[in-house]
């Protein structure tokens, strides 16, 4: 083992005498558990509060624009607080990125990139770009700033995770993916004032579903000691 | 019908903890030397001498880049290494089971 030229203690090569099939299991459920929740880069209870952030943000949006006759889009104010609830999710989500990649190297990243990059496209580009569309088109600002903001970003990130939970053949992801594509699509059939809370919800349910689902897995150990 | 044996290898509590850290990564994916002696507190010595009985056994696979200080060892589950732990978790389960 080149490189790690810090031994500062005699080895000791422990071997597997006295240590029974019982232990051994439990052993080995212990560690798999740790080691995969040391190496999570979403952990179940950051997508639980990721999730409460977006439905007090979108419930807040709803609120602000409910009984609006004619439809004037969500105040400032809580235009302001939705974009700060997005930045700590993103700088927390960043946090635990890092911390769960140090001293990780390997195909895995390329891939984690490739999936982030296709993410980030897609919510850049998805809901501004046929925002843009309605507006030249003369489309209300119900439909402009009311539907297509609340529910494309949904159906169009959806579909994008969805594409790559199928392509991993991860079913949690791609049960999730499903219900927020299925929120989105009954969102834009909501009013632009329903969509905001339709869209909260969904998304809510969404996220709990998968991070409760991925709780499930890491329980389940590999041998019942 | 008679259970497996439970792999001598892999069945030591330092080494299934090895085994069992690098299993929770991606196929292909690597860990580093520091990263892995963090994670289940051994000394580097310890460490060391159950790496090269893995190693020796085709289990890991480790490459050092870089020279002197900065250099950096990364340690990875071969496929090898990936069967032999789920043989011996259906070994444990066969003899739990009949237990």
Redesign the interface.
């Known amino acids: 083992?080149?490189?790690?030229?810090?031994?500062?203690?005699?080895?000791?090569?422990?071997?597997?005498d006295g240590?029974d099939?019982?232990e051994?299991?439990q052993?080995?459920a212990r560690?798999?558990r740790?080691?995969?929740r040391?190496?999570d880069l979403s952990p179940a209870w950051l997508t639980v509060v990721t999730g409460a952030v977006v439905l007090v943000a979108y419930g807040a949006l709803w609120l602000s624009t409910r009984g609006q006759h004619p439809y004037e889009g969500p105040s400032l104010g809580v235009v302001g607080l939705v974009y700060a609830g997005v930045a700590v999710a993103i700088a927390a989500s960043v946090k635990i990125y890092r911390r769960a990649t140090?001293?990780?190297?390997?195909?895995?990243?390329s891939q984690q990139r490739g999936e982030g990059i296709a993410i980030l496209v897609s919510f850049v580009l998805g809901s501004p770009v046929l925002q843009g569309a309605m507006k030249h088109y003369g489309a209300s600002d119900a439909i402009v700033y009311g539907v297509i903001p609340a529910a494309a970003p949904l159906i169009v990130v959806g579909t994008t995770v969805l594409g790559i939970a199928a392509a991993k053949s991860d079913r949690r992801q791609f049960g999730a993916a499903l219900a927020v594509v299925v929120a989105g699509v009954a969102a834009a059939f909501a009013g632009p004032s329903g969509a905001w809370l339709v869209a909260g919800v969904g998304l809510f349910i969404g996220m709990v579903g998968y991070a409760a689902a991925d709780v499930l897995r890491q329980r389940r150990a590999?041998?019942?000691? | 019908m008679t259970a497996e044996p439970?792999d001598?290898l892999i069945?030591?509590?330092?080494r299934?903890?090895i085994v069992?850290?690098l299993?929770?990564?991606?196929d292909?994916?690597?860990?580093?030397?520091?990263?892995?002696q963090d994670?289940l507190g051994l000394?580097?010595?310890?460490l060391?001498?159950?790496?090269?009985?893995l190693?020796d056994a085709g289990y890991l696979r480790?490459e050092?880049?870089?020279n002197g200080r900065a250099?950096?060892?990364?340690i990875?589950l071969t496929r090898q290494g990936r069967a032999a732990l789920e043989t011996y978790?259906r070994a444990?389960?066969d003899?739990?089971g009949g237990?």
């Open positions: 083992m080149q490189g790690t030229n810090d031994i500062d203690q005699p080895a000791k090569a422990d071997d597997g240590l099939p019982r051994a299991a052993l080995l560690t798999q740790e080691a995969q040391q190496f140090s001293g990780v190297r390997g195909p895995s990243f590999p041998v019942r000691a | 439970l001598p069945h030591a509590p330092a299934l903890r069992a850290t299993s929770a990564l991606p292909g994916d690597s860990l580093s030397f520091t990263r892995l994670m000394t580097p010595g310890n060391i001498t159950h790496l090269r009985r190693e480790s050092t880049t870089g250099s950096r060892t990364s990875a978790t444990l389960r003899l739990l237990l």
